[in-house]
């Protein structure tokens, strides 16, 4: 069963902006990961973050973690067309088992 | 980073065949791999959890005699779909995760997926 719901499901912004994408999960969990797909590809994976963990960056990407609220969110900086894709979080329930939500799907305008 | 393969990356079948999906490990050990199924526009879902010389753990709702999961190395497990319908048609995907590294919760890397198509 899906854990992580993602919000917002669409989000078109220009280049250059900021796209921020929110994760809610229902159980507890040992940690969560933010994973991009190109359409139709693969997953890449972009970043996990503990249950320990509060806030976690890597380049562009800025992960935060509230496990009081059972929420995250991804931040992409200054973001590039290239940043098109959908994003989905992940969790796994306690169980080290990664379900996924239903994912934002991020168009950034040249 | 740790890379795994599918093969078929694509396949088109006949309605009632049965179809072998290939994931492999290139440069790691992979003692347990997820088999997702993902429609258009949708999440990836979780059909089930293998681990390397052990059957396979199914999703509610994942008919395990029509989806046969084969986990015999740890390089390398199967999804078979037999019997295969139109509703079948799906994007399949694997990950892989080595389960003996001292922090089990590390991360698993993901396969780029095998499209099927069920005429």
């Known amino acids: 069963s899906q854990q992580g719901e993602e919000d917002p499901q669409a989000l078109s912004i220009q280049e250059g902006e900021n796209a921020t994408m929110n994760c809610s999960y229902k159980?507890?969990?040992?940690?969560l990961q933010w994973y991009r797909q190109n359409s139709g590809r693969g997953l890449v994976h972009l970043i996990l973050?503990?249950?320990?963990?509060r806030e976690k960056h890597s380049g562009r990407l800025r992960v935060t973690l509230d496990t009081s609220k059972k929420s995250s969110s991804l931040l992409i900086t200054a973001s590039r067309a290239a940043d098109t894709a959908s994003y989905f979080c992940a969790t796994d329930g306690g169980s080290y088992i990664p379900t996924f939500g239903r994912g934002t799907s991020l168009i950034v305008h040249p | 980073g740790a890379v795994v393969s599918q093969h078929p990356s694509w396949v088109i079948c006949k309605s009632g065949t049965s179809v072998k999906i290939e994931c492999r490990s290139l440069d790691f050990q992979a003692t347990t791999m997820f088999w997702y199924r993902q429609f258009p526009k949708q999440s990836l879902m979780l059909m089930a959890t293998s681990n390397e010389g052990s059957k396979a753990t199914y999703e509610q709702g994942v008919e395990k005699d029509k989806f046969l999961i084969n986990h015999a190395s740890l390089t390398l497990s199967t999804l078979t779909v037999t019997s295969a319908h139109p509703e079948d048609s799906s994007f399949y995907i694997c990950?892989?995760?080595?389960?003996?590294?001292?922090?089990?919760?590390?991360?698993?890397?993901f396969g780029p997926g095998t499209r099927l198509l069920v005429l």
């Open positions: 159980t507890s969990i040992n940690n």
């Open positions: 973050i503990r249950s320990n963990e």
């Open positions: 990950s892989a995760r080595n389960d003996r590294e001292v922090l089990v919760h590390e991360t698993q890397y």
